[in-house]
């Protein structure tokens, strides 16, 4: 599976942004999804992942009540809802694909190219 990222830029303390990320091949629905990011200077760090049929979903305590992952399997599309963003929500967004379930220590099956997320205070 492939990996396309989409949607970073530069936004306010306080905005929103909406990221996606699109998918090739046809197998997109067996896979979980999820979201990274890594700030400059700092290791990649969990989001948000969501399960295979979009039943499930789990979230960084960072993201809790801020951002919300979704996905819709006709279109091969994962999303990260951002909301109230912050400085600290500056770094580059990685989206990810894995069989399983996808956590903190996953290493996932494949990787999306990044997208920077810019919050200005």
């Known amino acids: 599976v492939q990996l396309q990222a989409s949607g970073g830029g530069l936004v306010q303390a306080g905005g929103s942004l909406r990221l996606s990320c699109v998918a090739s091949?046809?197998?997109?629905?067996?896979?979980?999804m999820g979201w990274f990011r890594q700030a400059p200077g700092k290791e990649r760090e969990f989001i948000a992942d969501?399960?295979?049929?979009?039943?499930?979903?789990s979230y960084s305590d960072s993201a809790k009540g801020r951002f919300t992952i979704s996905r819709d399997n006709a279109k091969n599309t994962v999303y990260l809802f951002m909301n109230n963003l912050k400085p600290e929500d500056t770094a580059v967004y990685y989206c990810a694909a894995n069989p399983l379930r996808i956590g903190p220590t996953t290493k996932p099956l494949a990787w999306g190219q990044g997208t920077l997320v810019t919050v200005s205070s």
């Open positions: 091949g046809r197998t997109f629905s067996s896979y979980s």
């Open positions: 969501i399960s295979w049929s979009g039943s499930a979903t």
